[in-house]
């Protein structure tokens, strides 16, 4: 009696303890479920993007899956409508960081062609004083090759339909160049506008070695950057009044080529 009665008490006890397993087995899998989530955080390094078009620092970190930005004047409280037209100066997290890919990544900006943002960039200044043994023989082999084909361009050039011009306004033009695929426009297509003109305390010889002034676009609160022969500039001023007929075409700054910089291929003053 008293052994049946043992080992009752030990398969109770058995069951008991089996019972008790359960749960540690359900927290086991929770936590195991726990760790896999965990596992699954995604994290990268963050690239160095300071001296890059503003448009291919974000395409460097979207390549790395971060898509959050914050875009931050270094100057002014202005938005940077047109990336490629604004240059990086700064960012955080600092390259090299091992951020997750959710991480908003700030990044400090200046307005390409303004003397500020030049001042901003040493790096730009360093790579310009690097040999120009690459462009030198390109050029070379250039001047060896027959005459005939710049006489075949040119021919075909006289063949081809005259360029169309398309009036529109610089709010709308803006709006072109900070839309998908800049909106349709593609190199070369020339636009006739009328605008006013703005800010010209940033009227500059920038990184590109060209003039530029600024169109007042979207009421003041910002502006269109636009090359310009500056002896044609003489005499310009805020709330001067122009029309112009642009060019939109491509430019290398720091080493990085990008579309959406116009320059002006006639200019008339209208007022002021």
């Known amino acids: 009696m008293k052994i049946t009665l043992a080992l009752a008490s030990l398969a109770a006890a058995s069951l008991l303890t089996g019972c008790a397993a359960a749960p540690s087995g359900n927290a086991g899998a929770k936590a195991a479920n726990s760790g896999t989530a965990s596992q699954a955080r995604h994290t990268a390094s963050a690239p160095n993007v300071v001296g890059l078009p503003l448009d291919k620092a974000h395409q460097a970190f979207e390549a790395l899956g971060i898509k959050e930005f914050n875009d931050k004047d270094a100057f002014e409280n202005r938005t940077a409508l047109v990336d490629s037209n604004w240059v990086v100066l700064g960012q955080d997290p600092a390259a090299g960081t091992t951020v997750d890919t959710d991480t908003k990544i700030t990044l400090t900006i200046g307005k390409i062609g303004e003397d500020r943002t030049t001042a901003r960039l040493p790096l730009a200044t360093e790579k310009s004083k690097e040999p120009s043994t690459e462009p030198t023989p390109l050029a070379t082999e250039k001047s060896e090759e027959p005459s005939t084909e710049p ?79 500056k002896s044609d500039a003489a005499g310009w001023h805020n709330g001067t009044k122009v029309e112009m007929v642009v060019r939109a075409e ?3 700054v720091n080493g990085e080529t990008s579309g959406g910089w116009l320059k002006a291929l006639s200019v008339m003053t209208l007022s002021g």
């Open 151 to 229: 006489t075949a361009l040119a021919t075909e050039k006289s063949d081809s339909p005259p360029t169309t011009i398309t009036d529109i306004a610089v709010d709308a033009l803006l709006d072109k160049l900070n839309s998908a695929n800049m909106g349709g426009i593609k190199l070369g297509d020339q636009f006739r506008l009328t605008a006013e003109l703005f800010e010209d305390d940033a009227w500059f010889t920038g990184a590109t070695g060209e003039y530029s002034v600024e169109l007042k676009a979207k009421d003041g609160k910002d502006d269109l950057l636009v090359f310009v022969d």
């Open 250 to 252: 491509e430019r290398t």
